[in-house]
């Protein structure tokens, strides 16, 4: 350890000069990420029957794993944020619509702008919305674009799922009404047929099985007719409503800069570290090098090189004139002592 102190106290200028460097430049990088980023945040509060809590295991499908809405609707959020056609209509809500017409790379730039969304579920009924920014209005424009692309995309999903549905259940209808008149014709031709006269026990069994067919084609249209009521009526009732999913903090411009901690503070770190690093395998080396080569075991293990002598250090005065070194070997060869200090 002793001679990595010395080392150090040796170079400790340039060491300082390095870490002065790397620490400065890391501290003046965070600095800038503090300053320059600007965040906006909107809180959603969603909410669905408790069916959709449970999805399949893949591992086992009899054993659902409990997803809370909040962590449901906002992976559902991110994968469409990761889309490039959600990302250009919500571009295109907002000032960088000029930026993205004038953009040579359109994916890349996309791409870019997608990584900068972050939402996350802050509770079981409640998810954020964010987006970073260099400036202060654009995090602000872009959250609020992104849900009402998102409102507008569930509701055009909504609609073409419930018309698919509807005009299932319609088919359905049609084919029921057709088999209810059907079985009410028979009935009416077998009442006509035995009109008047009394019915033995095979026409009654008979008249009975015709008349439950009636009931149960009446029925069924009921059944239908009920379906495509809900069908039609019931997205219209959850998006009056505003319950599946609500805006209650909408996103705000804020002139602060915020959302660069995070980022600046693992910019300092990553420079601390950097710098210690490099300190530390700048002594390691220079000790390495230094003492390589530091005495007359050193110079024996150099094969096949043989040692022959062996010189002290010779300490010589700085304002001592260059010719007088000779002088001061002879005087360490010849045992005055003068000029000659031991070396360990």
Not at 82 to 109: G, I, K, N, P, Y
Not at 139 to 151: K, T
Not at 261 to 285: H, P, S
Not at 304 to 311: G, I, K, Q, R
Request: proline share 4%; with cysteine; hydrophobic share 45%.
């Amino acid at each position: 350890m002793r001679p990595y102190l010395s080392t150090a106290r040796r170079y400790l200028v340039l060491l300082a000069t390095i870490l002065a460097l790397v620490w400065g430049a890391g501290l003046i990088a965070a600095y800038a990420e503090y300053t320059t980023t600007y965040q906006a945040t909107a809180n959603v509060w969603v909410l669905r029957v408790s069916q959709d809590l449970a999805v399949p295991n893949p591992d086992d499908p009899n054993v659902p794993i409990v997803q809370t809405v909040a962590a449901q609707q906002a992976e559902l959020l991110g994968q469409l944020l990761r889309t490039r056609s959600v990302l250009r209509d919500v571009v295109q809500r907002t000032s960088l619509s000029s930026a993205l017409a004038a953009a040579s790379d359109e994916a890349r730039f996309l791409d870019t702008l997608g990584k900068r969304f972050k939402v996350q579920a802050l509770g079981t009924n409640l998810l954020a919305v964010s987006y970073t920014a260099r400036d202060p209005q654009t995090p602000a424009e872009m959250v609020n674009a992104a849900l009402a692309v998102r409102r507008e995309r569930v509701a055009q999903a909504r609609v073409a799922g419930g018309s698919a549905l509807s005009a299932f259940y319609r088919r359905e209808f049609e084919i029921a009404q057709t088999q209810a008149l059907e079985a009410q014709r028979q009935l009416d031709d077998f009442t006509a047929a035995h009109k008047g006269g009394e019915l033995n026990a095979d026409d009654a069994h008979q008249d009975a099985v015709l008349r439950l067919a009636v009931d149960l084609a009446h029925g069924r249209l009921v059944t239908l007719q009920s379906r495509i009521d809900q069908t039609d009526i019931a997205p219209a009732l959850v998006d009056l409503s505003g319950i599946e999913f609500q805006v209650v903090d909408e996103a705000r411009q804020d002139d602060s800069p915020s959302g660069g901690t995070r980022n600046a503070a693992t910019l300092a770190g990553a420079a601390f570290v950097a710098g210690c690093a490099l300190a530390f395998l700048f002594v390691l080396c220079a000790t390495l090098l230094t003492t390589s080569v530091a005495g007359p075991a050193d110079v024996e293990r150099l094969a096949p090189a043989t040692l022959f002598a062996s010189v002290p250090r010779i300490r010589v005065d700085r304002l001592q004139p260059r010719r007088d070194l000779r002088s001061a070997l002879a005087a360490s060869a010849f045992g005055d002592g003068e000029g000659r200090e031991a070396w360990r």
